[in-house]
Each structure stands twice: as C-alpha cells, then as structure tokens.
C-alpha cells in the first residue's frame, strides 16, 4: 500500500524510506486526528451542545410540569364538584384512586411503547389524552361520568416517566444529566405549586366546568407547541431500526436485583411521602393541636424545601459518583426528623421549620436517585426499566393514602409520623441494595431482545 518499494536496490535503502515513508503517513494521520478532537472540542463546539441540552432539559422539564399540574387538577375542584352533584367525599376520593392505578399500569406499558416506538409519539401522545380528558371532565352531565375521564387521564400521565428520561438520557451530555434530573424535579414541583392556585382560582371566579375547559385547552395547545419541537424529544438516532421486546426477555430484564430493588425503592417512598403530602395537616392538628393554618403552612414548607433540595442536588449529583450515598443520607436525615416529630410533643412549635428541612433532605436525593436508576439500566431498556420502577411510584400512591388514613380514623396521628420514617429508613435498604447487587458478578445486562 501506499509508496511503490523497489526491492530490488539495496536493502538498507529500501529499509530507510519505508520507515520514513510509514512515520510521514503515522505523522498526518494523528495530525488530523488532533484537528478533528481539538474541533470537536473548540468553544464554538462546547456552545452549541450546551445550547442543546439547555434546550432539551427546558422543554422535558415543562413536559413534566404539565403532568404534575393535571395530577392536581380535580382535587382542589372538589368541594364545588361536591356542592353541585352533591356527592360524598369518599366518593371524590376514588376519582384519585382510579387516576393512579390507570398511571401505574400505562406506566408500565409506556416503558415498551417508548422502546419500540420512540419517546416523542409516547409523549404527546399521553399529553394529549391528559389535556383531552381534562377538557371533556368540564362538560359531564354527572359525577360518574368523571370516573372513565379520571382513568383516561392516568394513561396519559403514565407516559411521561419513562419518555422523560429516555429524552434525557439519549441527548443530554453526561456531566449534565445531574441538573437535568433536577431541572425535570423541579419541574414537577412548580406543577404541583401552580395546580391549586390556578385550578381553584379559576373554579372560584368562572366555575369548575370552565376552569377544567380552560385547563384542558391550555393543555392541548401545549401538545402542539411541544410536537413542534421534533429534533429535542428523539429517544435513538434517525433511521434506528425499532427494538422487539419478547414478554419472557423483558421478564427476565425486570427480575434482574438492582432493577427490582429500584422499583421496591420507588414503591416505599411514595408510602411515606404521600403521607406527609396528604395527611400532614389534618395529624399535627390532632396529635399537637397545631391550628390548621399552621399545619398547612408547614406542608408548605415541605413543598419549598422539597424543591430547594431538588436544585440544590442536581449540583451534588454531578459532583459526586457516590449517589447511593447522597440517597442514603437525605433519607436518613428525613427519617430522623420525622421520628423527633413523632417522639417530641414539644416539636410542634417547630412544625414549619422541622417539615421545611424534610423537604430539602428529601429534594436532595431526587437527582441522585434518578441517576441510580440510570446506572442500573441496560443499554436500549430505559424506558421499559423508567417504566417498570416509576410504577411503583404509582403502586405507593394507591395504597398510602388509604393506610394513613385507617391510622387516623383509629385516633393514632402520632403513629403516622413514625411510620413515615420507617418508611424512608427502609428505602435506604432498597438503596444499599441495588449498590451491592450492581457490583454483584451476574450475567449480561439484557437490553434488547
């Protein structure tokens, strides 16, 4: 190849040129080698994968802010649901139940869908059901007809977990994801923070048919300005051919030790978060006495510490490798606190300040817990393994809600709190767990099959 040798001159000759021959031909190519690395890696290069990301992350993060603002859409509605169909509460209450069992099984099915399919059609596809649903909840002629309405919502809010995070983690450069996972946190958060306020605002001043109308348009107008943004929502380059996934592959794919004990992980949390969320109130009012509008204030302050955490540990995650640490150690600090609430009477003055440090210890760990989850995923699965994990989001939500309230109803407000934080000492377990089950020799990782 390359120069034409003649060997038959002398040898020595022959010998010199072809080594000076070969070290020109080595010389160009690692010289353009280094051209091609150093302009990969110029600052123009640099800024436009920032701009990028900074892009993708905005626009999943508003992805999900929409999700979490359409979980509270109805709740706050309610007492003037209640008024015109003159329903009972318990009755209301089964609305939110059917919505998070609809979430968790579709959550689980939209783990396959993204993986065959593609994260982008998932998306918007459950935003629009979502937003559709809501709208269409403004025109019922009676209270029953929310119940198919509710569910339909919860298939559309199942997809957004294992969309988001396929997004995220096929376009996002590594050292990012960490505030990607918290800026998609926090965008949840606001969602949550924005849903009483403009839903019982809208309700109060035009009526809870129009605020839901409004809401459900708003939502919809949303899905078309997100199905514009076509090239921020791939999930695999162009042209890809899509994954076949055989029922006994993705089986054999959940049952894999740090995939299970994530989903354990998820499914225990939410036991004790939605506790506090939930119930907080109503049991530092019976167990302390604590007026109401305290006790409501320091929910409130449980949401702000929540979200200052999430911020603030998008900025650990990416400058630290030992997650399992952060995750352990904010829900160590969370279960401490909320066993000094259930132990310490005289911790009911500091309700506010206690439920606001919870919040942050909690925050914390999200970006953390989130990259976890990464690490435990095998190429090509992550939305059938966000899909799989985060069900267990939903399996926790479906179940606390009725526990802590058996807890209640037997006069045990105190008791809420302590298992609250047994709660959270167990997921540390799940959290420890999936560590060693990682650095466990197992077989290959099975991705796609």
């Not at 352990?328 to 506010?352: D, E, I, K, R």
Request: proline share 5%; charged share 10%; hydrophobic share 55%.
């Amino acid at each position: 190849m390359g120069a034409n040798v003649d060997w038959s001159r002398d040898p020595v000759t022959v010998f010199r040129r072809a080594v000076s021959f070969g070290s020109l031909r080595y010389h160009v190519s690692f010289c353009a080698a280094r051209c091609t690395v150093t302009s990969a890696s110029s600052p123009s290069a640099q800024a436009a994968s920032l701009r990028r990301d900074v892009r993708v992350i905005g626009l999943v993060g508003f992805a999900h802010c929409l999700s979490h603002l359409f979980q509270l859409t109805l709740a706050p509605l309610f007492p003037l649901i209640k008024a015109e169909f003159d329903v009972s509460y318990a009755t209301l209450g089964a609305l939110i139940s059917v919505f998070y069992v609809s979430s968790g099984v579709c959550q689980f099915g939209a783990g396959f869908a993204v993986d065959r399919f593609g994260a982008r059609p998932v998306l918007l596809g459950g935003i629009a059901l979502l937003a559709g649903a809501v709208l269409l909840g403004g025109l019922v002629p009676g209270v029953y007809w929310l119940f198919p309405l509710t569910a339909l919502m919860g298939l559309g809010n199942g997809v957004f977990h294992p969309a988001d995070f396929a997004v995220l983690n096929a376009n996002v450069a590594p050292q990012r994801l960490g505030h990607a996972y918290s800026t998609h946190g926090v965008g949840g958060s606001v969602g949550y923070a924005l849903a009483p306020i403009v839903s019982f605002g809208l309700g109060s001043a035009f009526g809870w048919r129009t605020a839901l109308i409004t809401l459900g348009a708003f939502g919809l107008v949303a899905c078309v300005f997100l199905g514009l943004q076509k090239s921020a929502f791939m999930s695999r380059p162009h042209g890809a051919t899509p994954a076949r996934h055989t029922l006994a592959g993705s089986i054999e794919l959940f049952r894999q030790p740090p995939i299970l004990f994530c989903f354990l992980y998820f499914c225990i949390l939410t036991l004790g978060t939605i506790g506090i969320q939930t119930f907080a109130g109503p049991a530092l009012n019976a167990a302390y006495g604590i007026p109401l509008a305290l006790a409501t204030s320091a929910l409130a302050a449980y949401l702000l510490g929540s979200t200052t955490g999430i911020l603030a540990g998008g900025f650990l995650a990416v400058r630290t490798v030992h997650h399992h640490r952060v995750a352990a150690a904010g829900l160590a600090v969370g279960a401490a606190l909320m066993f000094f609430v259930a132990s310490v009477p005289a911790a009911a003055p500091w309700a506010v300040a206690v439920f606001a440090l919870t919040g942050f210890a909690l925050g914390v760990t999200g970006p953390s817990r989130d990259l976890i989850v990464r690490a435990a995923t095998p190429p090509g699965a992550s939305g059938r393994v966000y899909g799989f994990v985060y069900s267990g989001l939903d399996l926790g939500a479906t179940i606390a809600p009725v526990a802590v309230g058996a807890l209640l109803d037997h006069g045990m407000p105190r008791l809420l709190f302590a298992a609250i934080a047994v709660c959270l000492l167990l997921a540390i377990g799940t959290v420890l767990q999936v560590r060693r089950s990682r650095r466990a020799p197992r077989g290959a990782a099975i991705a796609a099959d």
